[in-house]
Structure formats: structure tokens, C-alpha cells
Antibody, heavy 124, light 108 residues
Framework: QVQLQESGPGLVKPSETLSLICSVS????????WSWTRQSPGKGLQWIGY???????NYNPSLKSRLTISVDTSKNQFSLKLSSVTAADTAVYYC???????????????????WGQGTTVTVS | EIVLTQSPGTLSLSPGERATLSCRAS???????LVWYQQKPGQAPRLLIY???NRATGIPDRFSGSGSGTDFTLTISRLEPEDFAVYYC?????????FGQGTKVEIK
């Protein structure tokens, strides 16, 4: 079955760029959307953005000016770059498969059905 | 941006009891785009319900979802020990996903 694994530095300095990669195994990255979501310590979930396997993206407006999400189909990976980080960006970052299907001309949403285990990023 | 408000914040119940969790949206949400997740400490969220009322693969039938418009409900018919966790609703609208703040179901 499909598995996701986040990787990247656990510590980032303020004002620098946070960079994470999500590696997809057990299945192809093609034909799906892929999302990043984060969870600040003791808080709820915040959607960051998603990328389609074609490279098209959609970002949370609150992060859009600092955010780049991209996909590398040859490596079956997608990545997150968040610039000018502050302590408020300290969180557990999750990648997930975001399951949409187009059936009979209508879009159906099946939720984020596969998640990575998450990676903790501290800005300090 | 659609704001999702979950209530109650914490639900204290005993195993075997019924849990009813509410998710209210600041404006109408298509049922197609309303999802529920379960999260246990130190774990990633787990998909429970999509399309407001459809159980995801492998989810026991004691979990059910209902609702439409601005009011949605997740019901756990008889709590098992492994069901004590935090539950989040999520919606997609105007090209943005938002999550509720979560309801913690704790052992009484």
C-alpha cells in the first residue's frame, strides 16, 4: 500500500527557508493531489497547500506569499519550501495524499486518505 | 474562508457510551467536501468519514456521519477503548481547506 515519508531539517533559523520532502512509496505519485498540513504544539491542524502531479498548486492564502510546493514525478516526491520563517512556523509537518476523483463530469472528494507520520520542525 | 466550529471542546464519556460530535460551518458547505479525521497522541490524523456520511476503508460501522448545509455530526455508537482521541472535521470551499479546532473524547 502507499506510504509517505517526510524528511528535512528539524531545526531552522528565523528568517531562513524551511524545506521538506515527502517521498511516496508503494504507488505512483501520478493522478493524485498531494497536500501539506501542519500542527503547532498543542494546537489543531492547518492546511498549508497542495500540488497536483502535473505541478499545478493551491496554497493557503495566509501562507501563499512565503510558500512553494512542487512535485518531482521522476523521484516520486513532492516538496515544501516556506521562506522567512518565524517561531510561529514551529510545528509538526505532515504530508498526505489528497484524494479527488472526477466522475461523470463531477468532482468527488475522498479526503486525505494516506498520511506520513509527520516531522517536527523547530524555528529557533 | 469558511470557519468550522466544533463542539463540545471535550467530551467525557465511558466505554460503551454513545458520542455525538458537532461541526458547524460559518457558511454552507457541500456535503461532498466534508470530512472527519481521528487523531491519537503522537500520530498522524486518520481518515474516518468523507462526503459527510461515507466511511473510509477499514473504518468500523460504529462510526457514522450525517448532516448538511452548516451542521454536521459525527456519531460513535458505542465507544471502544481505542476511540478515545481527538476528532477533527475538515471542509473544502472556495479553493481552501479548513479544519475545525477539534473535539477531544476522553475517558470519564
Amino acid at each position: 500500500q502507499v506510504q509517505l515519508q517526510e524528511s528535512g531539517p528539524g531545526l531552522v533559523k528565523p528568517s531562513e527557508t524551511l524545506s521538506l520532502i515527502c517521498s511516496v512509496s508503494g504507488g505512483s505519485i501520478s493522478s493524485y493531489y498531494w497536500s501539506w498540513t501542519r500542527q503547532s504544539p498543542g494546537k489543531g491542524l492547518q492546511w498549508i497547500g497542495y500540488v497536483y502531479y502535473t505541478g499545478s498548486t493551491n496554497y493557503n492564502p495566509s501562507l501563499k506569499s512565503r510558500l512553494t510546493i512542487s512535485v518531482d514525478t521522476s523521484k516520486n516526491q513532492f516538496s515544501l519550501k516556506l521562506s522567512s520563517v518565524t517561531a510561529a512556523d514551529t510545528a509538526v509537518y505532515y504530508c498526505a495524499r489528497d484524494h479527488w476523483e472526477l466522475l461523470g463530469g463531477k468532482e468527488y472528494y475522498y479526503g486525505m486518505d494516506v498520511w506520513g507520520q509527520g516531522t517536527t520542525v523547530t524555528v529557533s | 474562508e469558511i470557519v468550522l466550529t466544533q463542539s463540545p471542546g471535550t467530551l467525557s464519556l465511558s466505554p460503551g457510551e454513545r458520542a455525538t460530535l458537532s461541526c458547524r460551518a460559518s457558511q454552507s458547505v457541500s456535503s461532498t467536501y466534508l470530512v472527519w479525521y481521528q487523531q491519537k497522541p503522537g500520530q498522524a490524523p486518520r481518515l474516518l468519514i468523507y462526503g459527510a456520511s461515507n466511511r473510509a476503508t477499514g473504518i468500523p460501522d460504529r462510526f457514522s456521519g450525517s448532516g448538511s448545509g452548516t451542521d454536521f455530526t459525527l456519531t460513535i455508537s458505542r465507544l471502544e477503548p481505542e476511540d478515545f482521541a481527538v476528532y477533527y472535521c475538515q471542509q473544502y470551499g472556495s479553493s481552501v481547506y479548513t479544519f475545525g479546532q477539534g473535539t477531544k473524547v476522553e475517558i470519564k
